[in-house]
């Protein structure tokens, strides 16, 4: 696990380094990302060359954390987890934090460290990361944004002092920066991303000993034993919902939407065939069950989306004669009469806006046909009129902000489909 004292300290862009490092060693590498977030999982699957998988110990159990873990590992040569914000930041405290996720799974933790304004007091603070919780294996530190051989000479020394191997280091480069979060949508912007994690390798075997990486991070830990099989039947409930009318599952994908967990589309193809199209490009909606569409940016795509009335007028169809959706975020945005002025699909009776925006952000619960579900919530619109909190229900349509986890447990998955 890549992990820091705080969120800002460059986690992203020193694991998209290694990926990509350890990729062109020939490595077959597998990213992990600890939390819900939906974004830094795309950068992941540019810079490893294979789609990265959520750990969320908030929204589902330990057991199914470990069954991921193990299902989707069970192949690779190294599997790297990034971490969310600070390493013991979680829901509730600890609860749901990156530290939970590394003590389930039995992994050493590497700290990412920002070297900016410190010196010699960094030694405590690495000695406290390192005795806080035993149960955790603190492998090594690695440094980000130093300055000069002079403060590296004294950062080794501090964490000689706190008993922690130094493993390298990133120097301050301005180059080094994620600028947007919008960042990989185009193919413009994902040739951008791509040279920024082709330098971020670069540095990182300029300055880190990957050897000594992998060597102080490599061993057996207790999830080794976990097969493909088991991982298959307790990540994504094969063949245990009982939903015998699905068997076609269209899920939007494209640069307007593409927030999804890895392993709810797993789930989805245990009911049956998965079939991707895009909002954007397409103007046929693939013949379907079941209509998923996940969250994502149609607010930077909405004059395109407008300009696609075909695809619109056959969504649309097809909700008004009782097809099932399913849309979380952007989607339920592509779903109501328009995005600030411009035309949307006209299914539900709101308009979005970002007029106004603010940060909604945080995981969010809610019972389902008495079934508890949990997920995560992250926009910055509205609706006018305001929409119910969680869900919004037309025929058999249910729309809503959260995106939510079901991955973990068939009957979840059954609570939102039984429209």
Known sequence: MIAAPTSGCGKTTFTLGLLRALRDRG????????????????????????????????????????????????????????????????????????????EVLDVPVVLLVSAK?????????????RHFNPRLRLAGVVFNFVASDRQLVTLRRACEDAGVPCLGYLPRNP????????????????????????????????HIDVDQLLEVTNGVNRLDGVNEANGVDEAHGA??????????????????????????????????EVIFFSPLQDNVLPPCDLLYLPGGYPELFAEQLADNSAMREKIRAYAEAGGRVLAECGGFMYLCRDIDGQPMCDILPYSATMQGSRLHLGYRETLLNDIALRGHEFHYSTTIPEAPKFFVHYKNVRAG????????????LSALLAL
């Open 239 to 272: 063949n245990r919902v009982d939903e015998a009318s699905i068997s076609r599952i269209a899920v939007a994908r494209d640069a307007a939407f593409n927030f999804t967990y890895r392993a709810n589309i797993d789930a989805l193809r245990a009911l049956g």
């Open 117 to 129: 304004a410190v010196a010699y007091s960094v030694a405590p603070l690495i000695y406290g990361f």
């Open 401 to 412: 902000y959260p995106h939510w986890y079901w991955a973990d447990d068939p009957q979840k």
């Open 27 to 102: 490595l077959r590498v597998q990213p992990f990302k600890s939390g819900p977030d939906y974004i830094d999982p795309l950068f992941h699957q540019m810079a490893a060359g294979v789609e990265s998988v959520n750990l969320d110990t908030y929204m589902s159990s330990p057991a199914h954390v470990q069954s991921l873990f193990g299902h989707y590992g069970i192949g690779a040569d190294a599997c790297i987890v990034e971490a969310a914000m600070g390493l013991f930041d979680g829901a509730d405290g600890p609860r749901g934090s990156a530290a939970e996720v590394a």
């Open 175 to 206: 180059d080094l920066v994620i600028p947007s979060r919008y960042l990989g949508l185009t193919l413009e912007e994902r040739e951008k991303v791509n040279s920024l994690i082709t330098l971020a390798a670069q540095e990182v075997v300029s």
